[in-house]
């Protein structure tokens, strides 16, 4: 049996080897998700992002088991940091999903971020499509922590969730100016400690704001250490699922969320076909040591190398 | 090989202490790996699981609970359950000399004592690894 029919038989080495090989840029990946992409679109993705420590992992592993309890097949995607200076990383999502691994219906995977900015990598795109053929009904994507407004999550997700916690002092500002428009749902979690109320308080004005929109993001208190309304939590992102396919807005987000993976595709090969081109015949080292001694300029040398793809 | 060597650092068994794992976790990232840790307290079973959805070249695991006679030869047999024939299992911790070769024999691969330099891990690794 081939690698393709395994994974449509649900063969969880066949989903973990594919992943492998789209992190790699393998061709026969690429082709697997050409010829099955019209089987894909049914997982609903959800993206959990927020900043580091928030407790993205353990509300994961919550909302998770809450799934599991109605049935649903999950798979988790787990980002976190690639290291520039060695191209390793240390992915430690899964500590906190240790009673997940034994479930058959949940795939977890980790990723490095692998020079990828934005909280995702790149192959976490493909990921996605390779876990929804291998038949999750839900798909979590848990970013890199972040809090800036550069998160890529949102051009990935049907649905994101941020997670902040109590007391962020003066970091909430920080955030708040990214993500109140990207967050879908708010979980304010480790309601356990003190100051949650303050915190759903400043969420809940700065909605007030923008009070025009049609669906106007909830705010949820929960604890994901001692489980505590996770229930809620899940409830009002599944209301966002069912908000976005009654009102077809889906249809709209996923075609924005695509135009961005086209693009980034598109890039990619530009990208490469320039090194490849820069590198060819020592052209780039030609081209610096003469731009060195002024007797090129950097402007001329690029038109030089670009020339060479546009054949 | 132009792909990040993916290692699962595990901690079977029930002793509490991961500051060997994590050293050898950071040797591993700064060589370039990429490094699933999944703490402390893993039955075999779900070092398997986790070896197979992590797609990993290797499987390091750290005891100092004294019970690898059994749990290392179990990781090793259940992988080979799952059909997993190019992983490399690697064990560490405190092992008596006596213990090694029932080890290796039961398909471990290598045994890395307290005081191997984390070089000796990664060039191991490195060397042995099955999957191009
Ligand atoms: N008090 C309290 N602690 C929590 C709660 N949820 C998670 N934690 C703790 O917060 C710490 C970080 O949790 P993680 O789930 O790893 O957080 P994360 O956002 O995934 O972290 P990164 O992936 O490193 O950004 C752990 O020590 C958790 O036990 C909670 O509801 N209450
Ligand atoms: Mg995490």
Known sequence: MDIQERLLKRDKRACARLISMLENNDEEAINIIKRLFNKTGSAYVIGITGPPGSGKSTLTD???????????????LAIDPTSPFSGGAILGDRI?????????????????????????????????????????????????????????????ADTVLMVLIPNMGDDIQA????????????????????????????????????????YRPPVVKVSAQKNEDIDILLRKLRDHEKYLKDTELIHQIRQRNLKTEILQLAEEEILRMIMDKAYENDLLEELSIKVEKREENPYTAKEKIVALIKD | MNRPIRVLVAKPGLDGHDRGAKVIARALRDAGMEVIYTGLRQTPEQIVAAA????????????????????????????????????????????????????????????????????????FINTNIKRK
């Open chain 2, 52 to 123: 197979v959805q992590e797609d990993v070249d290797v499987v390091a695991m750290s005891l100092l609970s004294g019970a690898h006679n059994h749990l290392f030869p179990k990781v090793v047999n259940l992988l080979k359950g799952e059909g997993v024939d190019d992983v490399l299992v690697l064990g560490g911790g405190v092992i008596p000399d006596d213990d090694i070769p029932f080890l290796l024999e039961s398909g471990v691969e290598a045994i890395f004592t307290p005081g191997t330099p984390t070089k000796d891990v990664i060039d």
């Open chain 1, 175 to 214: 955030i708040k100016a990214g993500i109140m428009e990207i967050a879908d749902v708010f979980a304010i979690n480790k309601s356990d400690l003190d100051g949650a109320d303050k915190t759903k308080m400043e969420i809940e004005m700065n909605l007030d704001l923008n009070e025009k929109k049609e």
């Open chain 1, 62 to 76: 919550r909302l998770t088991k809450e799934l599991r309890k109605e049935g649903k097949r999950v798979g988790i």
């Open chain 1, 96 to 156: 906190r999903m240790s009673d997940l691994a034994l479930d058959k219906d949940v795939f977890i995977r980790s990723m490095g971020t692998r020079g990828f900015l934005g909280g995702v990598s790149k192959a976490t795109w493909g990921a996605v499509k390779i876990l929804d053929m291998y038949g999750c009904d839900y798909i979590f994507i848990e970013t890199v922590g972040v809090g800036q407004s550069e998160i890529d999550i949102v051009k990935m």
